[in-house]
């Protein structure tokens, strides 16, 4: 009797466990609002997944979702309801016009996209006729539709709490939404445009960092916080002025001329080929320890030189615009106020760089310069040359 009481006791425990270990569902209500003013509850839920059906360090995370469910309510009081699995898109919007309903997804990864036919824009849109659902094209979604109005990480803690709390308001969706790539909704593509980091046509692919890729397709200031709590700002393609304060974050000012602040100690800057004239501010005397990361860009691709106020310029490249003016700089003594306090490159660098050769530091490139003063500093003209036996070499 013991052994079945047991028995008993562990079932029901299990079943008030569902959809915590997996196999269950979770279900609630968000709030959209139309431009007209009209405000649309939209239902939605999800099929869980096992939460050990995964990495063991993602075990003591919710449960991840393998299908979603969205309920559109329509102005004649009937509702449509859409069903996607989840490891092939991500529902991020909805619209109603008229008595048609729209729900538009994103691909889950690049495979993901491949197998959904590569449209371009990325955006795998559906239209309900009033009989069924049809996958159409974005250019029949109404245009007042420029960003994802549906929550997108559902998975989170952080949306559980807000699930638990009642309807999930639309201001609340925006907010939640700020950091994720997916939320800019495009109305053209370039013809290679590939969602989730890949860019390509076919066997053609070209892989793009986070900070990449919202450098040349995203529009305005992303940020987001990893897990260790550390800030990440990324520009897009336009202008920007973008910054980070109190340390050890990253930041990016994208695609055009922008204003890069990184102030506090030990952050990242990143920058890659193409991204067109940063000017970038720190606020540590000294050394501020902070790390410039250069992607798509060699050591012996770089110049030096000072502008009209003697800040220091580094050139990336052919492009003289492909350029950060550093403007915490002190030309008369380099090593008073570091710039940053190394480069790190994506791709490993001939000797002598060091280690396994994919870092250089500011003491060492300052060390293979000539004296600042020299003519061809203040022309911008000063290059590093793959080194030869007997160390760095100035290319003439």
């Known amino acids: 009797m013991k052994l079945i009481a047991f028995i008993a006791v562990l079932v029901s425990g299990l079943t008030g466990c569902a959809g915590v270990v997996g196999g269950g569902s979770r279900s609630w209500k968000e709030q959209v609002i139309l431009p007209d003013g009209r405000e649309l509850i939209v239902e939605r839920s999800h099929t869980l997944g096992n939460r050990f059906d995964r990495e063991l360090s993602a075990i003591n995370s919710p449960p991840g979702a393998t299908a979603y469910v969205v309920t559109v309510p329509l102005?004649?009081?009937?509702?449509?309801?859409?069903?996607?699995?989840?490891?092939?898109?991500?529902?991020?919007?909805?619209?109603?016009?008229?008595?048609?309903?729209?729900?538009?997804?994103?691909?889950?990864?690049?495979?993901?996209?491949?197998?959904?036919?590569?449209?371009?824009?990325?955006?795998?849109?559906?239209?309900?006729?009033?009989?069924?659902?049809?996958?159409?094209?974005?250019?029949?979604?109404?245009?007042?539709?420029?960003?994802?109005?549906?929550?997108?990480?559902?998975?989170?803690?952080?949306?559980?709490?807000?699930?638990?709390?009642?309807?999930?308001?639309?201001?609340?969706?925006?907010?939640?939404?700020?950091?994720?790539?997916?939320?800019?909704?495009?109305?053209?593509?370039?013809?290679?445009?590939?969602?989730?980091?890949?860019?390509?046509?076919?066997?053609?692919?070209?892989?793009?960092?986070?900070?990449?890729?919202?450098?040349?397709?995203?529009?305005?200031?992303?940020?987001?916080?990893?897990?260790?709590?550390?800030?990440?700002?990324?520009?897009?393609?336009?202008?920007?002025?973008?910054?980070?304060?109190?340390?050890?974050?990253?930041?990016?000012?994208?695609?055009?001329?922008?204003?890069?602040?990184?102030?506090?100690?030990?952050?990242?800057?990143?920058?890659?080929?193409?991204?067109?004239?940063?000017?970038v501010w720190t606020n540590v005397s000294g050394n501020p320890g902070n790390v410039l990361r250069l992607s798509g860009i060699d050591a012996s691709q770089l110049r030096l030189g000072l502008d009209a106020s003697r800040y220091l310029v580094v050139t990336a490249g052919e492009n003289a615009d492909d350029r950060m003016v550093f403007q915490r700089f002190d030309a008369s003594s380099v090593a008073g106020i570091k710039a940053f306090d190394h480069i790190e490159f994506d791709a490993p660098q001939e000797t002598p760089l060091g280690g396994d050769g994919s870092t250089l530091s500011y003491d060492d490139l300052m060390a293979s310069m000539p004296s600042v003063k020299s003519r061809r500093w203040q022309d911008g003209d000063m290059s590093i040359a793959v080194a030869n036996e007997s160390g760095w070499r100035v290319a003439a």
């Open 75 to 279: 102005p004649d009081g009937r509702k449509v309801r859409w069903e996607g699995e989840h490891k092939e898109m991500i529902p991020i919007a909805v619209a109603v016009e008229g008595s048609t309903a729209y729900v538009l997804a994103s691909p889950f990864n690049c495979r993901s996209y491949s197998k959904l036919g590569r449209p371009v824009p990325p955006f795998i849109v559906f239209k309900h006729d009033g009989r069924q659902w049809m996958r159409t094209t974005i250019d029949e979604v109404p245009q007042w539709l420029v960003e994802a109005n549906l929550l997108i990480a559902t998975d989170s803690q952080r949306a559980i709490n807000e699930f638990d709390k009642g309807i999930v308001t639309a201001k609340t969706v925006k907010r939640m939404n700020e950091a994720m790539i997916e939320r800019q909704i495009y109305r053209k593509g370039v013809n290679n445009y590939l969602w989730g980091g890949c860019l390509g046509v076919q066997s053609q692919a070209r892989n793009y960092s986070y900070t990449q890729f919202i450098g040349e397709f995203g529009d305005g200031i992303y940020r987001g916080t990893d897990a260790d709590g550390h800030e990440h700002a990324s520009g897009g393609r336009g202008s920007d002025d973008v910054g980070v304060s109190g340390g050890g974050n990253h930041v990016s000012g994208g695609k055009g001329n922008d204003t890069v602040r990184a102030f506090g100690l030990n952050n990242t800057i990143h920058y890659s080929a193409g991204d067109g004239t940063d000017t």
